[in-house]
């Protein structure tokens, strides 16, 4: 039988391996600039992700652009919290709702095309050091913007700059720049079980 003294010894034995694995890569890693981040997958919580990195943001001083896409016929608790002028955040929304609520097609591409006008002035924005482009894959795949036209505005982003793409889908080429790309993946859903929405935590 293995002693509590042994148990010990083979673990830290593992945790300094580990460690020096961990510190060997943070001293490899010098690159210093802003990144581009795609959220995305058909399970929830692109969103919620999202917006987890507009706190950790503010907790630093840092200043933050949010554009939401499709979102906006039902209050959700982050326009809620935003509108309230919060220092450091420029907040806007599209405002539209989802496109099986406007069943109209020219209306969402002249929506999607000013709510595009205010995101690219973010993401010329040197003063902001994080842009979120909430559900813009959206559009893209709904060829409501020209994608090539969103993809070099991403890439052209001031060096220090970091912007978060969520939604599902945007194609290849988003995925391609991003420098760092998560795909939530949904194993079951309240939803489909009948559950209503619940404020606080699906909006």
């Known amino acids: 039988m293995v002693s509590a003294l042994e148990k010990n010894k083979k673990h830290k034995l593992k945790m300094q391996r580990q460690k020096e694995r961990i510190d060997s890569q943070i001293a490899k890693n010098k690159l210093e600039r802003g990144i581009i981040l795609l959220l995305t997958g058909d399970g929830k919580g692109k969103t919620s992700s999202a917006f987890g990195m507009v706190l950790r943001a503010l907790g630093y001083g840092q200043n933050v652009g949010v554009v939401q896409f499709i979102k906006g016929q039902q209050l959700s608790g ?4 935003l509108k309230n002028k919060l220092p450091g955040v420029e907040f806007y929304q599209m405002g539209t709702g989802f496109t099986w609520d406007t069943q109209d097609r020219s209306a969402d591409i002249k929506a999607a095309e000013e ?12 003063d902001l050091d994080l842009v979120i482009l909430d559900e813009i894959t959206y559009m893209l795949s709904f060829k409501y913007l020209d994608s090539d036209m969103v993809i070099e505005a991403i890439k052209n982003k001031p ?4 912007v978060v793409v969520t939604g599902r889908g945007g194609g290849a080429t988003l995925r391609e720049i991003a420098d760092t790309v998560s795909e939530v993946k949904e194993i079951k859903h309240a939803y489909n079980n009948g559950m209503k929405a619940r404020k606080g935590v699906d909006y």
């Open 78 to 81: 982050e326009e809620l919290y």
């Open 115 to 126: 709510t595009w006008a205010v995101a690219s002035k973010m993401l010329q924005d040197q």
């Open 159 to 162: 060096h220090a700059q970091s």
